[in-house]
């Protein structure tokens, strides 16, 4: 893959030798527009750039392989069927690309917040390191963390995966140290550079404070958990409303700067991502097991049917309700393989800057959307639901209450998305938050979890958080499952499940795999690095919180 670098570092020097000549002559050959040295303002982007691509929901990157293996995509590549390796793209580029890419590039911001004195620039950039960390330990497990990136070690050891979290709580509270020294000089201060929150560093203590909540809520079952630090953030600076952590893309096409996902479906020459039939029998309220006969307004928002009114597909199709049409995981049934570039349902406006779904079709290309919606991170609805997770596990406040306010806040996260999107052709999107069908759901969802028992209750707000962060950070609703069990998946090796979701359908399954507890090492860095442990057997490693 050729990945844009938006900011490359060049160091060179050129050495010139004229008789007669002054040594002020040479500065002619210094041009300011082309810096032979790092800059500070121009890292920050390129590292929140990459970060975002790295964990999108495009195809074959790390956010959608999450997305496969939670049941909101199918796929017809080699990790469906659970099968992923080593070997794979999805593995490989992206591991590579955090350590020798991404990591590396923070290290330099860091660098030179420390010899500039700009503290806030270190700050973020610890907090950003911080984060990265967390989602490759919840990734892979045992990582090398103490001896990345260092100089001339081209074989670092891996680190124990529990080992590391302490050291992550540590370096996101010595970021927050950093954004709040009223001391550093800071003769340069993020600004429009910042992509995430455009320098507003209140915004980044509070996002630093919930992604904080969210590793302990992580480690709730180990030794790490810290009931204290969890009440003192919970009574702290935490995320509102205003305050996501996300980045937007644009609409331009050369250089390309749209969201990931909708570069590679709706301007590609194929689709490679399909929309689960679970996730949206779950949405359409006819899953017999949650949420049944309760149906999702967030549908359109979410996907965009090309077909309209039952019209004809290209090919025969393996699933289709009304004018979504898709593939079932693990399938081998006979209508799998079909091409349907005009056919398949794809993903819409809320996860990658598509077009609304208002019933007429169309065909999905790079002129039927816009493609400028935000990658997102962690959001205040996730936050919301975060709360009423620990709540329920009798933390923090009322988890009921605090369900209905993330349900309120997912509802609104949609509309903001959807904001930031251009329109093509000016279409008209519905506002969802305060009508009537969204208070309707939001009240039948709460019946239901009054009427539940504990572990149903959790199943709800876990359900609840896996819809909302469709698009968003599919790292964490890999988290989720494995650590609680919830949301409900799709079970491709069982009998009961063959023939698809509702268990009516004609379409066999012959998954034999079990479900990875986590993340297989890429390859090359097991058969080049002499101090890298084995391979590990996915089935059965997972990681620490998870054991």
Known sequence: MEKMKKYIIVSFAIAFVFFGCTKDFLDVNEDPNQPTVAQIDQLLPGIEYDISDDFSIDYNKLGWLCAVYTHQLSTRESV??????????????????????????????????????ALQYRGIAKILKAYVFSQMVDL???????????????????????????????MIDDGIADILNEEAANI??????????????????RTANTIKLKLYNQVRSTSLWDAGAVTSLLAGDLMQADGSMMVQFGTADNPENRHPAFAGEWNGSQISNYISPWFFEILKGINPNIFTNIEDPRIPYYFYNQKA???????????????????????????????????????????????????????????????DAPVRWLTYADALYIQ???????????????????????????????????????????????????????AAVLAKYDAANASKQLEIIMTQKWIANYGGSHVDQYNDYRRTGYPVLFDAN????????????????QCTRSYPLSFPYDQDELDLNTNAPGQKVIATDGVFWDL
């Open 80 to 117: 469906d069927q659970y099968g992923v390796s080593g070997n794979d793209y999805c593995i490989g580029t992206f591991w590579q690309d955090l350590y020798y890419g991404i990591i590396p590039d923070i290290d330099l911001l860091i660098a030179l917040g420390t010899e500039e004195d």
């Open 140 to 170: 892979w497990g045992n990582i090398p963390f103490s001896e990345a990136n260092q100089k001339d070690n081209f074989n670092p050891n891996f680190d124990d995966d529990a080992a590391i979290y302490p050291q992550l709580f540590a």
């Open 188 to 205: 340069k201060t993020p600004g429009a550079d910042d992509l995430v929150f455009g320098g507003n560093l209140d915004k980044w203590v």
């Open 309 to 371: 009114g039952g019209a004809d597909s290209e090919n025969p199709v393996e699933y289709r309700d009304g004018d979504f049409i898709s593939i079932y995981f693990g399938s081998v049934g006979v209508n799998k393989d079909h091409a349907g570039r005009s056919t398949f349902t794809v993903m819409g406006m809320y996860a990658c800057g598509g077009k609304f779904d208002d019933g007429t079709g169309g065909q999905a290309n790079a002129n039927s959307g816009a493609g």
């Open 388 to 442: 009423a997770e620990l709540a329920h596990d009798g933390v923090g406040g009322d988890a009921r209450a605090l369900l209905e306010e993330a349900m309120v806040a997912s509802f609104a996260q949609v509309d903001d998305v959807c904001d930031m999107v251009t329109k093509v052709g000016g279409q008209v999107v519905p506002v969802l938050s305060g009508s009537t069908e969204v208070d309707d759901y939001i």
């Open 494 to 509: 069982n009998d009961a499940a063959n023939g698809g979701p509702d268990g009516n359908g004609p379409v066999p399954t």
